[in-house]
């Protein structure tokens, strides 16, 4: 299993984080018999394409697995182009949210790639791997039985059924020892890190998003038979400090709130993060103490756009003031309140870059991330502005680089003005605030993050700094696009015209197109009618 090699300077500056799909993968690989894995992670260890391509030859797998999120999709092609050339007649596996959606690309890209797995993994990879090993894959009818995955068959693309959601997320067997965990170390309280899952997919149905594309169905854990997983993750291997790997851990109160009660039945020396909803924070008013003495100190709330016009494009349901509100209560009890802002639509301006700077003053959040608008190939806003994304650069879909040209800014304004607002806004922290907190666990925390900010804009990683060059009292900016994949207008609609099979797999209502039998599309109506409509949040 190989965790590729790509860095984008944000989220990672706080640290080396343990990548999830490894231990979910990796169990269920271990629980059905297949035991002699290995695991290599290529993006915290900065393994470079030769490095990876020795430690192949000397491991000489039969099988090869790596994922990929959007930004990551290059480098994990390149991956398995390694492996293939290591090991001519080992199988290579791709997983992860991008290769879901846009397999026909992939595979046009890289033929070397075997199987594309679609969606949540554990019960496909299950099915994959019992094929592979007796041997029944090489037969075509048993093939095409394999639910959830995708592959070359003379040149053409296959996509067999859908695997269904995992009704029992408690039946999964995470094995959290696959990874090396002196390694993933968490800036602000200088201890182990680890992104356990409490909850899969997101009820909500935000445009730019694809999240709740990708997992279906809602489900939560049993809150007690989470507990016994962090509890393993902070006996066995040293976790102080763990931030949910969900989409929506909060929309379940009772569950989150039984949740919480187990964690302080047990005492254990863990803190922990969420991303969740301004909504649910105003819902938990009065839980709120309960959530801070359960260890929960940061939760990161999807604030996202200044301007209302912004917040209903996205299909949000949350107002400015509710926003202020979540933040003043999450601060009252003790816990660290992260505003998240979206820059860079067509319609960005610097008045309204300023904007954003002006409600992170006004909403007093102890922290704030300005993200670029990134629609996701495979997300409803994508197809809406279509011609309109000229880079197709996926490498750079990682919120920090402006993707979207806007109509009254250059793409250099957008990251100066942000750049700006993130100089001004934890300058003021810095000798303002920060130092002078009451809570000594919070200064502590708080200052934890400021020497991960100072250190990785030292080091010119932070919003992957290294692309500005100081010109005189100004800045360059080289974005570094792949100049063989930013088109013109006219080219993308020429081009989408001559391959539409190219396109992004989805139907906007349904998620991960169910297949039947005979690989037609089906149906799920019951899926579609329990879908509520959108709103808040980026996580
Ligand atoms: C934890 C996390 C991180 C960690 C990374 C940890 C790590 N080493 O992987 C940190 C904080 C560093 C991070 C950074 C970034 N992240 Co992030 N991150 C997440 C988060 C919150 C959880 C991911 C997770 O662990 N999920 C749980 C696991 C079990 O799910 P999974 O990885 O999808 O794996 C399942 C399936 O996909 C499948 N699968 C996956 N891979 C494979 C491989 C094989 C072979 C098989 C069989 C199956 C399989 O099986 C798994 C089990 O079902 C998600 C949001 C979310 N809720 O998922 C965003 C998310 C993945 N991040 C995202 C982004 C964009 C980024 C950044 C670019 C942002 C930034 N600038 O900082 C960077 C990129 C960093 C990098 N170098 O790649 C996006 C990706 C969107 C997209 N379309 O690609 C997400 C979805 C957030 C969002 N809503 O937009 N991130
Ligand atoms: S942005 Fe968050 S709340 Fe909205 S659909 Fe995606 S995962 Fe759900």
């Known amino acids: 299993m190989i965790q590729p090699n790509y860095h984008a300077g944000g989220a990672e500056i706080a640290g080396n984080w343990p990548p999830g799909w490894v231990a979910y993968i990796g169990g269920t690989l271990k629980h059905a018999g297949f035991t002699d894995v290995t695991f290599i992670d290529a993006m915290t260890n900065y393994i470079g394409d030769d490095d990876l391509k020795k430690r192949l030859d000397s491991l000489t797998p039969d099988v090869v697995m790596a994922t990929a999120i959007t930004p990551m999709i290059f480098q994990a092609q390149k991956t398995l182009e390694i492996a293939r050339a290591s090991n001519p007649n080992a199988i290579t596996i791709l997983g992860g949210i991008h290769p879901t959606f846009m397999y026909r690309q992939v595979f046009d890209e890289a033929p070397w790639i ?20 007796d041997g029944s894959v090489r037969d075509p009818v048993k093939k095409r039985q394999i ?18 959601p995992i009704a029992d997320l408690d039946s999964l067997t995470p094995d959290w020892s696959l990874l090396e965990w002196d390694k993933y170390i968490y800036i602000p309280l200088n201890c182990r890190v680890a992104v356990p899952n409490f909850a899969r997919g ?8 694809s999240q709740w594309k990708f997992w279906r169905k809602y489900r939560t854990r049993d809150p007690k038979k989470f507990v016994d997983e962090i509890e393993t993750l902070v006996r066995d291997h040293g976790v102080g400090f763990f931030i ?13 709130v039984a949740l919480c009660e187990e964690l302080i039945a047990r005492d254990l020396p863990v803190h922990w993060g969420i991303n969740t909803r301004v909504t649910d924070i105003l819902r938990d008013e009065k839980e709120l103490p309960l959530y801070r003495k359960a260890g929960l100190v940061h939760v990161s709330l999807g604030t996202e756009a200044a301007a209302q016009l912004k917040l209903d494009r996205f299909r949000k349901q949350t107002t400015l003031e509710q926003n202020k509100k979540a933040i003043r209560l999450l601060k009252e009890a003790g816990m660290v309140a992260e ?15 300023e904007e954003t700077y002006k409600f992170s003053q006004d909403w007093k959040p102890d922290m704030a991330n300005w993200n ?12 809406e502005l279509a011609d309109k994304v000229e880079v197709r650069d996926y490498s750079k879909y990682n919120f920090v680089t402006p993707i979207i040209q806007p109509d009254a800014m250059t793409r250099e304004q957008v990251l100066k003005g942000v ?3 993130y100089a001004r806004f934890y300058m003021k922290k810095t000798f303002f605030s920060y130092p002078w907190t009451r809570d000594p666990f919070k200064r502590k925390y708080l200052m934890g993050c400021l020497r991960a900010f100072a250190k990785t804009t030292f080091e010119k990683k932070f919003y992957d700094l290294e692309r500005l060059s100081m010109n005189g009292m100004s800045a360059d900016v080289d974005f570094g696009f792949d100049k063989d994949r930013v088109f013109t207008r006219d080219q993308l609609r020429t081009m989408s015209e001559a391959r539409p099979d190219l396109a992004a797999d989805v139907d906007y209502q349904r998620a991960v197109p169910v297949y039947g039998d005979d690989g037609v599309a089906v149906e799920d109506e019951e899926e579609i009618a ?4 959108g709103s808040p949040r980026a996580c």
């Open 202 to 209: 997101c009820p909500f149905t935000c445009r730019f998003c």
């Open 372 to 383: 670029m608008y990134t629609p996701w190939p495979f997300a409803e806003l994508f197809a």
């Open 244 to 256: 949910l790997a969900d989409e929506e851990p909060t929309i379940n109160k009772k569950k989150f």
């Open 530 to 533: 329990s879908k509520p409509p």
């Open 147 to 164: 639910r959830g995955i995708a592959y070359l068959e003379n040149d053409a693309v296959v996509a067999t059924a859908a695997m269904p």
């Open 419 to 421: 750049l700006r607002n």
């Open 339 to 353: 505003a998240q802002f979206i820059i860079g639509l067509e319609n960005e301006t610097p008045e309204t870059i």
């Open 114 to 133: 075997d199987y594309i797995v679609r969606g949540e993994g554990e019960e496909i990879v299950k099915e994959l791997m019992a094929a592979i090993a």
